[in-house]
């Protein structure tokens, strides 16, 4: 793993550019038009609109992107629901995590070609739930043809959060015990599929329903269970010999955040990943002393602004790993942008597991 961590293998400047595909061929026509499809949403409370919106004209570092498949996010849900912690005002299209091919570059793009494709994320400008968007060049990575457009989709976001926190804040490898909540969620299976295919970490799954659990086992976990927190508690010790993980990676918050506290070892580490509960835990400090406990939390957003070459990195090692087939994202749903609301209601109501994924073209 410390090789593909350390090898930036794909530093952008080197990536290879690719060839045109033949879906490119269109391409004339497809610029000519001056309109594209997009699902907009125009007031907070109303359903998303599918309009035909006009095309804007590309600056210096801009790239067009022919968006083929863009991930649907809880963070989606809590944007278009006026309740994510980034005020976006409408009218606006949602969506940040697309995968698609060049259509366009500004004058100052050097990175890729018409027709690479890509994988971009746009969480400053949003608008991915489109045919076509506009990227900076430092939001797009160049990926393999061979990799699916959903697959692109569905892989960065979740993976490289996951990444940061079990590898550069928690330093998990394959001697540790690692437990993960909402373990059949974006985030969670995510976390689970590196922690058991890259680290070889000793993974226990928390989930909502035993078909969920059956899904975490079948990503590779030691161990899948439901909330229970007597059975959890007899699951932990059972697997750490009484002692705790020495991870919990977190994406539901609430009550699920304290009994975490709980599960884990002395000196291990809680990593605050999400908040899939919407309750925001206040704990007192206190609880952290006798077991010496680590609370790290992580934002991938922050990390482009805070530190961006680790962003890049972490997105570049994450495809790499997918390129090898090291991990592999599950999507358990698809909809075209008609069925857009049928998409946000469908992770609302956590039927979901892995990703669910908007096909635009
Ligand atoms: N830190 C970051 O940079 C980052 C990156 C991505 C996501 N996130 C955050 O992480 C959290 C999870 O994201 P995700 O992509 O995994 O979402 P997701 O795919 O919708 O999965 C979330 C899962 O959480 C579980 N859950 C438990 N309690 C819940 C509740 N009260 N309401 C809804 N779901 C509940 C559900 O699974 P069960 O039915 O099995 O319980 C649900 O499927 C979100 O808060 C998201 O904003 C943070």
Known sequence: MQRLLNLGAKAISLAPLQQPSTWLCGRANIRKASTYKAAVLREFGQDLQIEDIKRKKLQGNQVRVGVH???????????????????????FVPGFEVCGEVLE??????????GSKVIGIIKEGL??????????????????????????????????????????????????????????????????????????AKVIGVCGTEDKAGLVRQKGAWAALKY????????VNEVT???????????????TFVDC????????????????????PHIETSIL?????????????????????VYRQVVEDVIDMHEMSLINPHISARFNIEQTAEALDFLRQRKSTGKVILELR
């Open 69 to 91: 498949s863009c991930g649907v996010n809880a963070s989606d849900v809590l944007m278009i629901e006026n309740k994510y912690d980034k005020k976006f005002n409408p009218p």
């Open 289 to 309: 002393l006798p077991k010496a406990v680590s609370l790290v939390g992580l934002s991938l957003s922050h990390y482009q602004q805070a530190n961006n070459a």
């Open 261 to 280: 506290l709980s599960w884990v070892c002395h000196e291990g580490t809680v990593v605050v990943a999400g908040f899939a509960s919407r309750v925001i």
């Open 228 to 235: 229970n927190k007597k059975h959890i508690d007899a699951k």
């Open 127 to 200: 608008g991915g739930y489109a045919e076509e968007c506009i990227v900076s060049e430092q939001d797009l990575w160049t990926v393999d043809h061979a990799v699916s457009f959903d697959s692109g989709a569905a892989l960065v976001d979740t993976y490289a959060t996951a990444l940061i926190g079990l590898n550069r804040r928690a330093a998990v490898n394959e001697e540790s015990t690692v437990l993960v909540t909402a373990a059949a969620g974006g985030l969670g299976l995510a976390a689970v599929d590196l922690a058991t295919s890259v680290y070889k």
């Open 105 to 114: 570059m500004g004058k100052e793009v050097t990175t890729m070609a018409v």
């Open 241 to 255: 010999d009484g002692k705790g993980v020495n991870v919990v990676f977190d994406a539901i918050g609430g009550d």
